[in-house]
């Protein structure tokens, strides 16, 4: 006989009553914890019990945080369903809800569900206050590292609440001791509470999960193809080496290792002049890496996925942005071999036949089965989709991420929660998906997961082989291809899965609980609810308040931020400094510290971008015209080696910043120094110059030629210089767009690949 919860604010019989969640919720209640459980054994329901005990004995606000919108929502739901709390108490917040009503919402709610950029955003424009929040979980709180909006709320939760309590729940924190440290750190975490799928508590509830592994050979014709990329990678490694850089292993190096060269010779161009050779160094290097990549999806993906990834890359070599790297590999010989070889090449990867055959078999045997294939690349889960399809009884469909690129259109979040509302019902049966399913997204139980290649990260891994053997058994199959790189990444995961099993169970036995919590723990399991949160609440309001530096400031200084800069940790760290920050939209500058100072931000990457596609001077013309006192930040290192432009283009640019538009360029190394920077500056013009704040000025209005320019260059592949050649030879947007492919063809820097991509953008059906 099933048993329930019993709890004043949960709805009766609809949360089982498991010891283990009990077990790791009591513990959790008495010290801000991390709490790492298998997927699919409930660490919602762990953080439900505690958010009902903080309720009913705290009272205050409740904050779940989640890094993306469907599970946002997925959270509301679940709670609306089994809290005895009004449901118009239960709120959710993310980007999609205005500012104001934001802050609203948040005043009326009980509990908020969000998305962390948006508290994030809310912190820092003040609409918001984590006061009376009495507990904060961290959904896939594995994500809590580096400048991720989980450290930001993490860090001021202590400072401001009255009595603060965090959870952490995650599947796979990884295996590194500094990544699970950090995690630790970063969430002000005492305590660390595990479960696995071998505890006796847990077992119970486990279905056995089948791991199978499925190894195929590269066929010859493929094997022809990756030696023509060896070969120039070959060439590429000598070159380097002439250059007076090596690197282990060459052609067989790890993308760690080709990564970490590129990143000396990038650091090798700070300051001062230097070695020519850096520059072609680099260079060299963007082309290792692009073919490294062929490399890679020629052993495990296949032909198909090779195609496409050549095709992008020859039409990146055509692109308004092209490097030089990306041209010479586009002219290589080699490169045109393979590009003609493919043509002929009629072998796909085995992968394909396989995939085919193990769902096949699978959905024959059971019609009513669910299966995801994952795969890293979305060209290869478009092959795979397509070639199920084409089997009878088998209802496949393509899950990929939000973001575009060429010829590749991503799915909105709406799409891909309507995908898993189908696949649920069985309109699909199988769930061909790119990463964008490992986590954050309410996938239902599956009968077989297929790993297309194995990945070299646990964390992942994980993840994967948690989508089945939830509610029944359940089977794994990894795809391997002898002899590739397939292996060594099967077994650097299977080993980082040990390591990290090993090391949260030594690091939670160095963090013992208090006796309280093994009291309250007991307490829980025997059903006492009501005098064990008595307890708990009593405990945890014992805390001393940790200091902010803004405690210790007593200057008022305030600075006027671009609501798109609200994204760089730039603001985050103005605001450990004390300054008043105010979020507005300004058409001029990216900060604003007085009526005559106004700042413009830029990374290595930026200035290069910017400079690139023609706004930079247009930025630095109207932050000139506006402010009688304009600064350039120039943030990071690198300046000289983004996008491989050579000194020269850099130091013009500079040189004409600084002369022509008598632009001040100051540089900062990372964004805390840039915050620094800023506070200096607003201290100079608000204290000792004595000067109010006032943001002014407006862009300048462009031309009718400036528009025109602008939307011919709006095209992909279409660049400033090539979009005013085609107005110069046709004289109007109009005629332009009539022109057949010979036509454009006779226009200077306009190729046949460019001129068949206008025509396919001008002449195709928009479908939505």
Aim: charged share 30%; with cysteine; net charge neutral.
């Amino acid at each position: 006989m099933t048993e329930y919860v019993n709890h004043p604010l949960i709805r009766p019989d609809t949360v089982e009553q498991r010891l283990y969640q009990l077990d790791l919720a009591g513990k959790a209640l008495s010290t801000s914890t991390l709490v790492v459980l298998p997927t699919g054994l409930g660490k919602t329901i762990v953080a439900l019990l505690i958010i009902a005990s903080r309720l009913e004995t705290i009272g205050g606000k409740i904050l779940i945080l989640a890094p993306t919108k469907p599970l946002v929502e997925q959270h509301a739901a679940f709670l609306r369903k089994v809290l005895l709390i009004p449901e118009d108490k239960i709120l959710t917040l993310t980007g999609t809800v205005r500012p104001a009503d934001r802050e609203a919402l948040w005043k009326e709610g009980t509990i908020i569900i969000s998305t962390p950029q948006v508290i994030e955003n809310d912190l820092l424009t003040k609409r918001i206050s984590l006061e009376d929040v009495s507990h904060i979980t961290f959904d896939e709180s594995h994500r809590t590292v580096g400048n991720y909006a989980y450290t930001y709320i993490a860090e001021r939760y202590p400072m401001e609440a009255k009595h603060p309590l965090c959870l952490g729940i995650t599947a796979s924190p990884g295996s590194s001791d500094e990544k699970i440290n950090e995690i630790c750190e970063n969430l002000h975490i005492r305590s660390i509470a595990v479960k696995t799928e071998s505890d006796g508590d847990v077992a119970p509830y486990i279905h056995d999960k089948k791991i199978e592994w499925k190894h195929v050979r590269l066929p010859d014709e493929l094997k022809e193809l990756k030696g023509l990329l060896d070969k120039i990678l070959d060439d590429r490694f000598k070159k380097l080496s002439d250059l007076g850089y090596s690197v282990p292993y060459q052609k067989n190096a790890s993308k760690m290792d080709l990564l970490s060269l590129q990143k000396k010779l990038q650091s090798q161009l700070r300051g001062g002049q230097p070695d020519p050779g850096v520059y072609s160094a680099l260079s060299i290097m963007a082309e290792i890496l692009k073919v490294n990549h062929a490399v890679e999806v020629t052993e495990t993906q296949g032909l198909d996925a090779l195609t496409k990834y050549i095709d992008r890359l020859e039409n990146e070599a055509y692109s308004r942005n092209a490097s030089k790297a990306s041209k010479r590999l586009a002219d290589d010989m080699y490169i045109r071999q393979l590009s003609h070889r493919i043509k002929e090449c009629s072998m796909e990867h085995p992968k394909i036949e396989a995939v085919l055959q193990i769902v096949s078999e699978e959905i024959e045997q059971n019609s009513d089965s669910r299966v995801i294939v994952f795969t890293n690349y979305r060209d290869t889960a478009e092959v795979v989709t397509t070639t199920l399809s084409e089997v009878a009884g088998l209802r496949p469909v393509k899950f990929v991420g939000q973001s575009s690129r060429y010829r590749d259109k991503g799915l909105t979040q709406k799409q891909q929660v309507d995908i898993i509302d189908r696949f649920k019902k069985g309109e699909y049966n199988v769930l061909v998906a790119t990463s964008v399913a490992e986590e954050g997204l309410d996938i239902p139980s599956t009968n077989l997961v297929i790993f297309y290649e194995p990945i070299p990260s646990e964390i992942r891994s994980i993840q994967r082989k948690g989508r089945t053997g939830r509610k029944q058994e359940g089977r794994v199959v990894v795809l391997i291809t002898k002899g590739t790189r397939d292996e060594g990444y099967y077994w650097s995961s299977t080993r980082r899965e040990k390591q990290m099993q090993s090391n949260i169970r030594l690091m939670q036995d160095s963090l013992p609980y208090q006796d309280i919590e093994d009291e309250a723990a007991s307490e829980m399991l025997d059903g006492s609810t009501g005098e064990m949160v008595d307890k708990i609440g009593a405990s945890t309001d014992k805390k001393s308040k940790q200091k902010a530096l803004v405690d210790f400031n007593t200057e008022d200084l305030t600075v006027v931020v671009d609501q798109r800069e609200i994204r760089s940790t730039v603001v985050r760290s103005l605001e450990k400094l004390g300054m008043n920050i105010s979020v507005r939209t300004l058409e001029v500058g990216d900060y604003v510290v007085s009526d005559r100072l106004a700042i413009e931000r830029k990374s290595a990457e930026d200035l290069a971008g910017s400079l690139i596609d023609g706004k930079l001077f247009d930025q630095i013309s109207n932050l000139a015209r506006t402010y009688s006192k304009a600064v350039l930040i120039l943030e990071g290192e690198g300046v000289f080696g983004a996008r491989q432009l050579g000194p020269n283009a850099i130091h013009g640019t500079l040189a004409s910043i600084a002369l022509d538009f008598g632009v001040s360029i100051l540089y900062t190394r990372d964004t805390e120094d840039t915050a620094s920077l800023i506070r200096l500056l607003a201290k100079r013009e608000q204290t000792t110059e004595k000067r109010e704040i006032k943001v002014h000025g407006k862009k300048s209005s462009q031309t009718l030629s400036q528009q025109q320019e602008y939307i011919v260059s709006a095209i992909p592949e279409i660049g400033p210089k090539a979009a005013r050649n085609l107005l110069v030879h046709f004289g109007s947007i109009e005629a332009i767009m009539e022109a057949d492919t010979k036509q454009l063809t006779q226009v200077t820097l306009i190729g046949p690949k460019t001129a068949a991509r206008i025509r396919e953008i001008v002449s195709s059906t928009y479908k939505g």
